[in-house]
T-cell receptor, first 115, second 113 residues
Framework: DQQVKQNSPSLSVQEGRISILNCDYTNSMFDYFLWYKKYPAEGPTFLISISSIKDKNEDGRFTVFLNKSAKHLSLHIVPSQPGDSAVYFCAASGAGGTSYGKLTFGQGTILTVHP | DAGVIQSPRHEVTEMGQEVTLRCKPISGHNSLFWYRQTMMRGLELLIYFNNNVPIDDSGMPEDRFSAKMPNASFSTLKIQPSEPRDSAVYFC???????????FGSGTRLTVV
């Protein structure tokens, strides 16, 4: 039962163009969403997050959009740079209480930015 | 802060042997998580602890897997006996709690031959 899904295993983009990574979730109890970036031989690192009370959060070249009615979020990278080439994981967290910040991750999307 | 420290970085073992993976979380973080990364399922939660107490181990695949957190600065994930299908990268992560996100270790790449 995959509660967080990233249906695109890979994405290839030209340097300078926009990269759009998508993520869908099924659990309506999720109220906090995060994106992580992972380079080979390293652990995932936090990139950007969004609370369910918002529909957009921006941090430099990275913007996350949340569409609660569609249970869909996306990460936009503008402009894309070769250093952005990595695996991107979408993650979701339920309400506080007993979840203790437990994150449910998607399968990941491999982004390749070509010079 | 040195971050989340995992050891060993790589482990190659023969089928049937016991394997122990180790994790030192960030000081002050009260939640610790063990994940396994596979191509098919991405990052799969195995077990997590809060204040050293196991909260949810429903992700542990079989009785061959066990995890302990004897104190706030150390946790182990043990596989006994190991099987080739256990080959994966195992990550430990720690957090201060809800909505703070995780800090991951660099992972242990386990190969069971």
């Amino acid at each position: 039962d995959q509660q967080v899904k990233q249906n695109s295993p890979s994405l290839s983009v030209q340097e300078g163009r926009i990269s759009i990574l998508n993520c869908d979730y099924t659990n309506s109890m999720f109220d906090y969403f995060l994106w992580y970036k992972k380079y080979p031989a390293e652990g995932p690192t936090f990139l950007i997050s969004i609370s369910s009370i918002k529909d957009k959060n921006e941090d430099g070249r990275f913007t996350v959009f949340l569409n609660k009615s569609a249970k869909h979020l996306s990460l936009h990278i503008v402009p894309s740079q070769p250093g952005d080439s990595a695996v991107y994981f979408c993650a979701a967290s339920g309400a506080g209480g007993t979840s203790y910040g437990k994150l449910t991750f998607g399968q990941g999307t491999i982004l390749t930015v070509h010079p | 802060d040195a971050g989340v420290i995992q050891s060993p970085r790589h482990e190659v073992t023969e089928m049937g042997q016991e394997v122990t993976l180790r994790c030192k979380p960030i000081s002050g973080h009260n939640s610790l998580f063990w994940y396994r990364q596979t191509m098919m399922r991405g990052l799969e939660l195995l077990i997590y602890f809060n204040n050293n107490v196991p909260i949810d181990d429903s992700g542990m695949p079989e009785d061959r897997f066990s995890a302990k957190m004897p104190n706030a600065s150390f946790s182990t994930l043990k596989i006994q006996p190991s099987e080739p299908r256990d080959s994966a990268v195992y990550f430990c992560a720690s957090s201060r709690g809800s909505n703070y996100g995780y800090t991951f270790g660099s992972g242990t790449r386990l190969t069971v031959v």
